[in-house]
């Protein structure tokens, strides 16, 4: 005897049949969705470490101008690139919870000075540095975040590896922390290096340190 399927049954199946093709559908739109994010956060944080390289190319060139003027470059674009209150809550440490707000604006402000003023004394008009940036990022080992590979060297010097860990905020994925030779972070050895002023002369001192530095860099 020939068994027939009840309409019911016909039914059942077409609609099962449809409900998993709905839900592979999903799930492959769902990984694409996931995929194109993906790429996305590749192209903006490779774009921002593009920019400040690019900038560093245009005050490191042979009619770069004055210190005023490359300042005037560099400037804008490690306020763009970096989230530079996050990397020096790390730089301060445990103690930057303590600080008044006073005190950490006055610090921040010292502390982008001389983050300006390190890029116009390392890359001096003339100084013929190359830079490559790797296309795709990598997960940041601890803390999360993305990585960007790159390379500085020039015509006669190796190039090194400086990492760039970057986290996305207010304006796209911006520097957390750098990373040296891909293991030495400069949020670490920064610490190390202001512990000392912290703890006997306060924000003050530090803010006062930083300032002077950055002037020496900036005419040296």
């Known amino acids: 005897m020939t068994k027939t399927n009840s309409p019911?049954?016909?039914?059942?199946?077409?609609?099962?049949?449809?409900?998993?093709?709905?839900?592979?559908?999903?799930?492959?739109?769902?990984s694409a969705s996931v995929t194109a994010r993906a790429q996305a956060s590749d192209s903006?944080?490779?774009?921002?470490?593009?920019?400040?390289?690019?900038?560093?190319?245009?005050i490191e060139a042979p009619k770069a101008g004055a210190v005023a003027t490359r300042a005037g470059v560099i400037g804008p674009v490690v306020d763009q690139v970096f989230d530079l209150p996050s990397i020096l809550k790390g730089s301060v440490g445990m103690g930057y919870a303590s600080l008044s707000d006073a005190e950490k604006q006055k610090l921040l402000a010292a502390f982008r000075e001389y983050t300006i003023a390190r890029y116009i004394s390392?890359?001096?008009?003339g100084a013929g540095a190359q830079f490559t940036v790797a296309p795709v990022?990598?997960?940041?080992?601890?803390?999360?975040?993305?990585?960007?590979?790159?390379?500085?060297?020039?015509?006669?010097?190796?190039?090194?590896?400086?990492?760039y860990v970057m986290k996305p905020g207010d304006g796209g994925y911006r520097i957390v922390d750098v990373l040296y030779n891909k293991r030495v972070s400069q949020v670490a050895a920064q610490r190390s290096e202001f512990s000392h002023?912290?703890?006997?002369?306060g924000a003050d001192a530090l803010a006062g340190q930083l300032s002077t530095k950055a002037h020496k860099l900036?005419?040296?």
Do not use: C
């Open 44 to 58: 903006e944080a490779v774009t921002a470490i593009s920019n400040l390289y690019a900038a560093l190319q245009t």
């Open 8 to 30: 019911e049954t016909s039914n059942g199946r077409a609609t099962y049949r449809l409900f998993a093709i709905a839900t592979l559908s999903l799930a492959v739109l769902g």
């Open 218 to 220: 900036m005419n040296d």
């Open 122 to 125: 390392s890359f001096k008009p």
């Open 197 to 201: 002023t912290l703890s006997t002369g």
């Open 137 to 163: 990022t990598a997960p940041a080992a601890i803390g999360g975040g993305t990585v960007v590979t790159t390379t500085i060297g020039s015509a006669t010097d190796a190039p090194v590896a400086i990492n």
